[in-house]
């Protein structure tokens, strides 16, 4: 891919602390999260709140994944300026040299799924993780971030030569043309789950130190939503915590991860990125959550999907 470009051909279908009130039930946006479930990784599932803070499940499998090693993992959707919902997923554990896309007008009746083999051309990578979207409106592209070891090619540090992950992206406008891989962040150690953030003033990449002796998350800013990346932080969480997403909520930046050390979801509450409150307390999330990726959506289309989930009871 560092040579050429990949081409999809093109089908037709078949993202301190106070919760809001109660009152957001009557707003036309809610909030959406993206998930899978364990230990099925069979496909796309959704939890929602109008708050925020309270979730709730929606039930049923709303696409099941089919490409790759078959199995669907940490999803990221985002909607684009030309309303569909763009999906990448992680499609194995290991072996893998890309990650699965599918798109959507509603959530429910999805397009054919492809196989983007975005480290095609390094054939000893080991993995593609974490695949992440984010929609870069200055420069009206899509920009997708995920981690991948290739052995031998970065400083080992205290990791396997299987498990010394780096950050990578491509960017593309149409999902069927896509720009050539590149380095997105290395820091000198093992890093995975990198999220783009766009602030008033900068970019925040959120991501986790993969490392042994940390395996937490943490943040660095750039004038670049492609770097570089700087001013890395302290530890943010604690041992054992991964999967970061961001929603603004207001005045607020909420971080939410997956404390998988302790089988819970948590979340931060931060104004600049700087400073942080635990607000884990004042969340409530459903059982199974994993990492995904949340974004606003109209009302209406919650609507939708509780009306399918419980007349049609989407295939499991």
Avoid at 38 to 52: M, N, T
Avoid at 130 to 155: C, H, K, L, N
Wanted: aromatic share 14%; proline share 7%.
């Amino acid at each position: 891919m560092c040579a050429s470009a990949i081409l999809v051909p093109s089908i037709l279908p078949n993202s301190v602390g106070t919760p809001l009130s109660h009152t957001n039930q009557e707003l036309n946006e809610v909030y959406l999260f993206a998930t899978f479930k364990e230990p099925e990784q069979d496909g796309l599932r959704f939890a929602y709140s109008f708050d925020g803070y309270n979730w709730t499940n929606i039930n049923g499998l709303f696409l099941k994944a089919r490409v790759g090693g078959g199995i669907m993992r940490d999803p990221s959707i985002v909607r684009g300026p030309d309303g569909k919902y763009h999906l990448v997923w992680t499609t194995a554990w290991r072996g893998d040299r890309g990650f699965g896309y599918a798109y959507s007008v509603d959530l429910v009746h999805w397009s054919e799924q492809w196989f983007i083999p975005v480290m095609e051309h390094e054939p000893s990578t080991c993995n593609t993780w974490a695949p992440e979207i984010f929609y870069d409106d200055v420069a009206d592209r899509f920009i997708i971030v995920w981690a991948s070891t290739i052995p031998g090619r970065f400083a080992l540090g205290v990791e396997s030569i299987t498990n010394n992950h780096r950050l990578f992206y491509t960017t593309t406008k149409d999902f069927v043309n896509f720009g050539p891989t590149k380095l997105f962040f290395d820091p000198g150690y093992s890093v995975i789950d990198g999220f783009i953030v766009r602030t008033d003033t900068n970019y925040v990449l959120v991501f986790k130190d993969n490392t042994r002796p940390q395996r937490n998350i943490r943040v660095a800013f750039s004038d670049s939503p492609v770097g570089p990346w700087e001013d890395i932080s302290p530890p943010l969480t604690a041992h054992l915590t991964e999967g970061p997403c961001v929603v603004r909520i207001k005045d607020q930046w909420i971080i939410y991860y997956d404390a998988y050390g302790e089988r819970r979801y948590g979340a931060l509450a931060t104004r600049d990125f700087k400073k942080f409150d635990d607000v884990t307390h004042m969340m409530h999330f459903p059982p199974g959550l994993k990492h995904g990726t949340i974004i606003k959506v109209p009302k209406k289309q919650l609507d939708y999907l509780l009306r399918v989930s419980k007349e049609h009871s989407v295939s499991e």
